[in-house]
């Protein structure tokens, strides 16, 4: 069993940047791959990208690709998200969670266990 909970969640200007947290608590933190979906308002939770159990593989959706960085610190049960030039499209609540995979995974589905999420809005 794993809890997670996001944190870093707020209000910030178009092009400005954010770090998302992702604190796990419970047994064997490093043999999940891990990954942040977002929700914008009104559309469907979507994926935004994944790690792999050591970090040492990531893969991201093509449109944060190159603006967003996943990266994990399984010494400190935590996983991160780097967002930077954020757009007002980024605007959505964001959830982390974690696979029993070791490998990334790109499919809500494929993950059991979530958090509560954190609201990011991007004003314009």
């Known amino acids: 069993q794993v809890q997670l909970v996001e944190s870093g969640g707020g209000l910030v200007q178009a092009g400005g940047s954010l770090r998302l947290s992702c604190a796990a608590s419970?047994?064997?933190?490093?043999?999940?791959?891990m990954g942040w979906f977002r929700q914008p308002p009104g559309k469907d939770r979507e994926f935004v990208a994944t790690?792999?159990?050591?970090?040492?593989?990531?893969y991201y959706a093509d449109r944060v690709k190159g603006r967003f960085a996943i990266s994990r610190d399984n010494a400190k049960n935590t996983m991160y998200l780097q967002m930077n030039s954020l757009k007002p499209e980024d605007t959505a609540i964001y959830y982390c969670?974690?696979?029993?995979?070791?490998?990334?995974?790109?499919?809500?589905?494929?993950?059991?266990?979530w958090g509560p999420g954190t609201q990011v809005t991007v004003s314009s």
């Open positions: 969670a974690a696979t029993l995979f070791t490998t990334v995974a790109a499919a809500a589905d494929d993950y059991d266990y």
């Open positions: 419970g047994r064997n933190f490093s043999s999940y791959a």
């Open positions: 790690i792999n159990w050591s970090g040492g593989m990531t």
